[in-house]
């Protein structure tokens, strides 16, 4: 027996069963579902650090965590968040949804998507390693400054472990997304033009080429910081004649389109939510389209929004303050396709729609200060405070976050044939959305009245006990959410039946004319595609409404 599976051509693809099926898979489906899986337990993994982080900051001298480990741990929750939640989970939906939704049978290069796949874990550990190694992990925040991160303030080996784990991860992005490109641009169905592409394709397009571009840049200066602390070069060492002004140009330079690549795949996946829910088409689907591009080449030009405090020349920090908030430009034309899609829409308020339209709100109040603290005297005062993490908390949770629980309740039922418990998902929605709240909005007070971010603790007597106080009550409510998430998702993944069908919510993509689980080679014909819409054609021709879907324009 051994033998002859030994002897058998490399070539003849090989059934394996179990769990090395899914080990060795090339398959997008499954490659995609480890995606999400792996990606969701470092959002649980980046959450723990997060209550922690929130437990010592409690009260004022709470002596949970040391100073060290403080620095530790809210260097390590904002990392792993990042790099190893948001980015690579929109990588996941990608996967899993891009090449059924443009009617292929795999990604261009199935052997690259594994190796992405796997480099995730990789860096995970190469990253998680470093807390159990003398000087613990990297503890200079995910934006590692120079100097601070030069040999002499952090010699632990924690900063360049953390350097090699986001360099792994950034070669696994950009595997990912060279394949997304050409996936899109090489295996589309017969009749699916570009401008009949569903928009959450059009937007992982727009993500990848991000990706593309932004992704070298980080490599590079990450290379420089590692030389610098390991082989005696000086790039950003003004002792030796360099500039640490640099690391924070070259390293803006990737981390604001980052941004982007974060959020963008969550507004794919509310565009597709958001006109299934509401009975209606999407609202200027071009709009769509084109403001999600001129997000995308305007994220590019603004980075130095991050510098403001470091002196910048008078016409770079004006040009930067216009250009960033000139982006809220495109972001509001979104915001108004959403709205008007749900405008006099049939709405069904399903937990996928309860999520997405979270995401409305909550990415609202997230763009909202954020162009307020565009304006630089306001910044002057802002940078540095609390401010902002409640600005980036109320972009990546209040936007990201719901985003990517709108297309877990939408697609579950695609991936496995079932649907996620409606009754638990309300409630997960409602103690997210509190919680969520309770966290961050008093981060804005606090960030008026002065608190610094970064800090592992404070003085009592400075107006700031309550706030914080709330701010960890909030935190608490948001793990508690996630605990009604894992008992829903255990749950209905063994006890529920299998009733969810082809298409639960009358979809409107490709994806949804395919039994669930989809199988193996995902399609054996295709339809006619006359439309951004095939799904719903064949639904109305079925019904027996001729013709196509209305053009939109
Ligand atoms: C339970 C939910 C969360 C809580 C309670 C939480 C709490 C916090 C706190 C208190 C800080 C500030 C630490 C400090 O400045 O000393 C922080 C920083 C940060 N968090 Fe979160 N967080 C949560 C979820 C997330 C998510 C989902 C993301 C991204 C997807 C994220 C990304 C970040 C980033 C990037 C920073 C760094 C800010 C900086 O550079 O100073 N967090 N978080
Ligand atoms: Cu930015």
């Not at 790039?235 to 070259?250: A, H, M, S, V």
């Amino acid at each position: 027996m051994a033998t002859g599976a030994i002897a058998r051509p490399a070539h003849e693809a090989k059934e394996y069963t179990g769990l090395l099926a899914w080990l060795l898979t090339t398959d997008h489906k499954k490659i995609g579902i480890m995606y999400l899986i792996f990606t969701i337990i470092f959002f649980f993994t980046g959450g723990v650090l997060a209550l922690l982080v929130r437990l010592q900051l409690a009260w004022s001298d709470a002596g949970i965590l040391s100073q060290d480990q403080y620095n530790q741990f809210f260097t390590m929750h904002a990392s792993t968040m990042l790099f190893l939640f948001v980015i690579p989970v929109g990588a996941g939906f990608a996967n899993y949804l891009l090449p059924l939704m443009i009617g292929a049978k795999d990604m261009a290069y199935p052997r690259i998507n594994a190796l992405s796949l796997w480099l995730i874990p990789l860096a995970a550990l190469v990253m998680f390693s470093s807390f159990f190694i003398e000087g613990g992990s990297a503890a200079a925040g995910w934006t590692e400054y120079p100097p601070l991160t030069n040999g002499t303030f952090m010699p632990g080996k924690g900063t360049d472990l953390w350097i090699l784990g986001v360099q792994i991860l950034g070669i696994s992005s950009v595997g990912g997304a060279i394949n997304f490109l050409v996936t899109t641009m090489t295996m589309r169905a017969p009749g699916m033009t570009l401008a009949r592409m569903p928009i959450f394709v059009w937007m992982i397009v727009v993500t990848s080429v991000l990706v593309t571009f932004a992704t070298p840049v980080l490599a590079g200066v990450l290379t420089m910081l590692f030389t610098d602390r390991n082989v005696g070069t000086s790039f950003f060492d003004p002792r030796e004649g360099g500039n640490p002004i640099l690391w924070q140009q070259l390293f803006w330079f990737y981390s604001h389109p980052a941004v982007y690549i974060m959020v963008l795949p969550a507004m794919g996946i509310i565009s597709e939510v958001l006109p299934v829910f509401s009975r209606k088409p999407l609202f200027g689907y071009k709009a769509v389209i084109y403001a999600g591009a001129a997000i995308g080449v305007l994220g590019f030009t603004v980075w130095m929004h991050h510098m403001f405090a470091t002196g910048l020349s008078a016409p770079l920090t004006i040009w930067t303050m216009f250009a960033t908030m000139s982006i809220g430009v495109p972001t509001g034309v979104k915001m108004f396709n959403w709205l008007g899609t749900m405008w006099g829409g049939s709405i069904s308020l399903k937990a996928p729609m309860l999520f997405a339209v979270g995401f409305l709100f909550m990415f609202l109040i997230g763009g909202i200060d954020g162009v307020y603290s565009a304006f630089v005297p306001v910044d002057y005062a802002l940078n540095d405070t609390y401010w902002v993490v409640s600005h980036i908390h109320y972009v990546l949770f209040g936007g990201s976050v719901f985003g990517i629980f709108a297309g877990i309740f939408y697609w579950f039922p695609k991936m496995t044939g079932k649907f996620l418990n409606e009754t638990l998902g309300k409630l997960q929605f409602w103690l997210m959305l509190i919680g969520m709240n309770l966290t961050f909005m008093p981060m804005h007070i606090l960030g008026l009245k002065g608190m610094p971010r970064r800090i592992a603790d404070y003085e009592a007597g400075l107006g700031w006990e309550y706030w914080n106080l709330v701010a960890t009550i909030g935190a608490f409510t948001i793990g508690v959410s996630m605990m009604v998430f894992i008992a829903n998702f255990f749950m209905s993944l063994k006890t529920a039946p299998k009733t969810a069908g082809d298409d639960p919510w009358e979809g409107n993509t490709l994806e949804w004319m395919i039994s669930s689980p989809p199988p193996e080679q995902n399609f054996d014909t295709l339809p006619e595609i006359n439309s951004e819409r095939p799904a719903w054609d064949a639904r109305m021709q079925r019904q027996g409404f001729a013709g196509r879907t209305q053009q939109h324009s």
